[in-house]
C-alpha cells in the first residue's frame, strides 16, 4: 500500500501539483490529500474535470518545471471523460495525468467481485484507454515502483500524450479531510423523507425512482415493492428515465435525486420541464435531497451550497415548485403532486443531513430482475 502523503508529495516534486477530478472510494485518500492540500477543483463531471485539467497544462507545461494538469475519476466515469479526451487532448495534443479506478475488478475466476454496475467497466478500463491512444499501466502499490512510474509517465507526457493509471482497491493509505464542508444541524435524514415516499408512492401506485448510492440502499432497507427502482450507476440519469416513462405512462411517477447527480446532469431539468409542459404531463415529479456532499464517497464537499436549485428548476420552466423547509412540508408537496390534474413539471426540494443509515446493505434483487418487476408493473396500467 502506498502512503498517501508521501505519494502526494512525489508527485509535486514531479511537476503534479494540480488536480480536478469527481469523488470516488478507491481514490477518496488521493482526492483528500489534495483537498488538504488546497490543489483539488471538485467538477461536476469527468469531462469538465478533463478540460480543467486540460486548461492547466496549457499554461504550466511550457514552463521550466513542466506541470500538467492532474484528473481523478472512478473509471465508471471515463463514458463522460471521452468526448474531451478524444477531441480536446487527442485533437489538439494537450496532455494530462489521469488516476482512474478499477471498479468491477475480476477474482481468479474471472467473476466480478463489484456491484453490478461496475462489471462491464471492470472489464474494458485497459482496453478502453488503449483504443482512446492514451498508454495506461496499473499503479504500483510499492513506493519504488510507483517512482519508476512517475518518471516514466512524465516522459510521455512530455511527449505531447496523456497517460493514465488505473488504481486497484486499497492502493492508498487512508486520509481524513482536515476541515469537513459545514453541515447545518437538525435537518432530517434521507431515510426519513424516503419513508415517507415509500409509503405515498406505494398508496397511490405511483413509480418510484431512486439515484445511485445510498439513496436506492436506504429505500430498499425500507421496503422493497415492484413499483420501486433502484439505480445503479448512470449517476444523473434518474429524472431522465423517469420523464421517458411518464411520457408513455399514466401513472405518476417519483425521480428521487442527489444533490452531486443533478449536478452533474443539471441541463436535464431543461429537457424535463419543456416535454412535461409540451405534452401536458402531470404525471412527473423531481424530487432533490440535498446533502451538501460526496456522502457515498466519504464525505467530501460539492458545489451544492452555492447552487439555487429551486429557482433554476423554476427558471428552467418546470411548473410546480416546492421548497419543503420541514418532513411535513415535503409530504404535504407530495400529496399535492399526487392528486394534481393538470400538467407540467413537479419539483420537490428537501434540504438534508449528511449521512446514511449504520450498517446499510445492498439489494438482493439484480438490475435485470428490477427492471422486469417493473415492466410488469407498467403493463397494468
Do not use: W
Amino acid at each position: 500500500m502506498l502512503d498517501t502523503n508521501t505519494f502526494g508529495v512525489l508527485l509535486a516534486e514531479s511537476g503534479f501539483k494540480d488536480f480536478s477530478g469527481v469523488p470516488c472510494s478507491y481514490l477518496a485518500p488521493l482526492i483528500n490529500y489534495a483537498i488538504n492540500a488546497k490543489r483539488f477543483i471538485m467538477a461536476n463531471n469527468e469531462g469538465e474535470a478533463v478540460a480543467i485539467a486540460s486548461g492547466i497544462t496549457l499554461v504550466n507545461a511550457s514552463k521550466v518545471d513542466s506541470r500538467f494538469g492532474v484528473v481523478l475519476m472512478q473509471n465508471s466515469g471515463l463514458s463522460n471523460a471521452l468526448s474531451p479526451l478524444t477531441s480536446l487532448n487527442h485533437t489538439f495534443k494537450i496532455p494530462i495525468l489521469g488516476f482512474v479506478s478499477l471498479r468491477g475488478q475480476r477474482d481468479e475466476n474471472g467473476k466480478n467481485t463489484d456491484e453490478p454496475q461496475h462489471e462491464l467497466l471492470g472489464v474494458i478500463t485497459n482496453k478502453l484507454l488503449t483504443v482512446c491512444e492514451i498508454a495506461c499501466e496499473v499503479l504500483d502499490s510499492q513506493m519504488q515502483g510507483a517512482k519508476e512510474q512517475i518518471l516514466k509517465a512524465k516522459k510521455i507526457l512530455q511527449s505531447g500524450k496523456s497517460f493514465f493509471f488505473v488504481v486497484k482497491s486499497q492502493t492508498f493509505s487512508k486520509v481524513e479531510l482536515t476541515q469537513a464542508h459545514k453541515i447545518e444541524s437538525g435537518l432530517p435524514t434521507r431515510i426519513n423523507a424516503l419513508e415517507i415516499l415509500h409509503s405515498l408512492a406505494f398508496s397511490h401506485s405511483a413509480l418510484l425512482l431512486a439515484t445511485t448510492g445510498k439513496c436506492g440502499r436506504e429505500l430498499y432497507e425500507i421496503g422493497d415493492t415492484a413499483n420501486q427502482l433502484y439505480m445503479v450507476g448512470s449517476m444523473g440519469c434518474v429524472s431522465a428515465l423517469g420523464l421517458g416513462i411518464a411520457l408513455k405512462s399514466q401513472k405518476k411517477v417519483l425521480c428521487v435525486d442527489g444533490d452531486s447527480a443533478l449536478l452533474m446532469r443539471l441541463g436535464t431539468l431543461s429537457t424535463n420541464a419543456y416535454y412535461a409542459k409540451e405534452r401536458n404531463l402531470g404525471n412527473f415529479c423531481h424530487i432533490l435531497l440535498d446533502n451538501q456532499s460526496h456522502d457515498s464517497t466519504g464525505g467530501q464537499f460539492n458545489l451544492s451550497p452555492f447552487v439555487e436549485f429551486y429557482h433554476i428548476a423554476k427558471s428552467c420552466g418546470y411548473e410546480f415548485v416546492s421548497y419543503a423547509q420541514n418532513l411535513e412540508a415535503f409530504e404535504a408537496a407530495l400529496k399535492e403532486f399526487l392528486t394534481r390534474k393538470s400538467g407540467g413539471a413537479s419539483f420537490v426540494y428537501l434540504r438534508i443531513a449528511k449521512g446514511s443509515k449504520p450498517n446499510l446493505g445492498r439489494p438482493k434483487i439484480t438490475p435485470q430482475e428490477v427492471a422486469l418487476r417493473l415492466q410488469n408493473f407498467l403493463s397494468k396500467d
